[in-house]
């Protein structure tokens, strides 16, 4: 649990004194924002932390928002366009999901007669 950058109160109890049982508090290097015992830190307030990071993790979610919607409004109007232009491509492709319509619907009705057929032999 070293270095990982946690933060907050340290759980009481015995759940984590088993990890390292010569020196608990070592287990916690590299994690200044943890308090509380074993480490010699005392925790103020009510146990509330603030994150110092959050702002910045807020930013990091939104523009990875922004983006993920700017790719998908720019591909879908990348092939709404070439439909829009290209006659054979459309007619390609209505084909090809008329074709996958059918044998998915010939699939589910031999499916459900063979299933029909099981149960009124039983």
């Not at 009481?12 to 590299?30: E, F, K, R, V």
């Not at 110092?52 to 979610?61: A, H, L, T, V, Y």
Request: glycine share 10%; net charge neutral; aromatic share 14%.
């Amino acid at each position: 649990m070293s270095y990982n950058s946690l933060s907050g109160r340290i759980p009481s109890g015995h759940q984590l004194d088993t990890l390292s049982a010569d020196n608990p508090a070592l287990m916690y290097i590299g994690n200044n924002g943890l308090c509380g015992p074993p480490l010699q830190k005392n925790c103020s307030g009510n146990g509330t932390v603030v994150h110092p990071g959050s702002s910045n993790r807020e930013f990091e979610s939104l523009t990875f928002y922004f983006g993920l919607v700017l790719g998908l409004v720019a591909g879908l109007w990348s092939v709404f366009c070439t439909f829009l232009f290209k006659k054979t491509w459309r007619i390609a492709y209505f084909q090809l999901f008329d074709e996958l319509c059918d044998r998915i619907y010939v699939y589910v009705v031999v499916k459900w007669a063979s299933f029909t057929r099981k149960t009124d032999e039983e």
